[in-house]
């Protein structure tokens, strides 16, 4: 009878190596749960880091272009007045088509250890909720007297990319490497402006410069632009 | 910068007298040393658990002052397990496929695992044989350098290949863990 009583017993008592592996997993799954903002962000840092390097890798491939043909025209009694040999004018090359799946430019601070690409305007990439944004109307950093808007999240999401813009003070250096070229600036203004949906942008019309959006740290009715110039 | 061992020792030991905190240092190892060896002898259970708390409190005082690093180094040991599950080398690749092989030999072998654990295995090994067969026949297919991590991960098909393959390692691999922890508390517990 005491034999049967402990039997029931046992298979109605849920047994310790259960409640053991059941609060492994639990522990196990808690922790992939708090950390999965964070392994988030990692992972996009990898791809990040991925895209660069690919990006990198088709710089430097050799474009060939089609060379024209040069064609020497012999001297038209009619046309007197040219001087010299005529040269055929090239024949019409199709353009190759730009890549907007690849990065248009990489955007690197060192101050704060970023280094990030960023899509053109005609990019479905080019969007704040996925990536560092250029701002439609951006003058590429070629263009002189232009300038480059970039905008991204501040906070602790993965896609914050300016989580640490608040670091920077004047002076720091910026880069932007667009067309094989880097473009080094200096950070001139940081100012605040209150967050209504439009941003004024002050600089100075005789450089060309860059300009930094995000959300101000610790203020969620504002935010802060960085303007720096080209050196 | 190119010394030998006995260089390298050398220089060790200079620093440790050199100093009073390396004397200090030196002096506190060996008194830890020379207590725990007694207590081989004399068993008393509280020096052993006195030692565990001073080493555990060490390496939290070292991680606490430097936490910035730690959260660095922590970071960066994620970020380099994350792009071996992403982005492999086709090195990493071809030995997760190695290993794959040793465990089907090990489960066909085996007497101790249950018939789920082995249909569990044999099914997460034929999806991944399968992968490595599509990943083999699609580089020949397309040209690919194998050696070249652009080249591959330029390609779709070859990336989502690779990426489910890891994944599926990594879900066994976790399911493997906790079911031999499982038996672990099982033998001790029940």
């Not at chain 1, 392994?39 to 690919?54: C, E, G, H, T």
């Not at chain 1, 600036?185 to 100012?191: A, E, H, P, S, W």
């Not at chain 2, 101790?112 to 399968?130: A, E």
């Not at chain 2, 690919?144 to 330029?154: E, G, H, I, P, R």
């Amino acid at each position: 009878m005491q034999m049967l009583n402990r039997q029931k017993k046992s298979n109605k008592i849920i047994k310790k190596s259960h409640l053991l592996i059941i609060g492994s997993l639990l522990v196990f799954f808690g922790v992939i749960v708090l950390s999965w903002n964070h392994l988030l962000w990692l992972k996009d840092a990898i791809y990040s880091d991925m895209m660069l390097m690919i990006s990198d890798e088709v710089q430097q491939e050799e474009i060939i272009e089609n060379i024209p043909d040069v064609e020497v025209l012999p001297k038209d009694d009619e046309n007197d007045n040219s001087s010299g040999n005529n040269i055929a004018p090239p024949e019409e090359t199709q353009q190759k088509p730009i890549n907007y799946d690849k990065y248009l430019g990489v955007l690197e601070i060192p101050r704060i250890g970023l280094k990030r690409g960023f899509y053109g305007t005609d990019s479905k990439y080019n969007d704040i909720r996925y990536n560092v944004t250029m701002v439609s109307g951006s003058s590429m950093p070629d263009v002189n007297r232009g300038n480059l808007i970039l905008m991204a999240h501040s906070g602790d999401a993965y896609i914050s990319y300016f989580a640490y813009l608040y670091r920077l003070s004047i002076g720091n250096d910026i880069y932007v490497t667009y067309n094989k070229v880097k473009y080094h600036y200096k950070l001139v203004n940081i100012y605040n402006v209150d967050k209504t949906g439009k941003v004024s942008i002050v600089r100075n019309y005789d450089k060309t410069t860059l300009t930094l959006i995000t959300c101000t740290k610790d203020d969620s009715t504002k935010q802060t632009v960085y303007i720096a110039e080209l050196i | 910068m190119f010394m030998n061992f006995f260089e390298k020792l050398q220089i060790i030991f200079k620093y440790a007298l050199s100093s009073f905190l390396g004397i200090e240092l030196l002096i506190l190892t060996l008194l830890f040393f020379i207590l725990l060896g007694l207590n081989i002898k004399y068993k008393k259970k509280i020096i052993n658990y006195f030692a565990i708390i001073v080493v555990g409190m060490f390496i939290v005082t070292v991680m606490v002052l430097n936490k910035d690093y730690v959260s660095y180094c922590i970071d960066f040991l994620l970020k380099g397990i994350m792009k071996y599950i992403y982005f492999p080398s086709t090195v990493i690749y071809f030995s997760i496929i190695f290993l794959i092989t040793i465990f089907i030999v090990i489960t066909v072998l085996s007497k101790k695992l249950t018939l789920f654990k082995k249909v569990i295995n044999y099914l997460c090994f034929g999806i991944l044989y399968f992968l490595f067969f599509s990943f083999i026949s699609s580089v020949i297919n397309s040209g690919v350098n194998l050696a070249d991590k652009v080249q591959l991960y330029t390609n779709d098909l070859i990336l989502a290949i690779v990426q489910i393959s890891n994944f599926i390692f990594i879900v066994w691999s976790i399911y493997t863990a906790f079911w031999y922890l499982f038996k672990y508390f099982k033998r001790k517990y029940d």
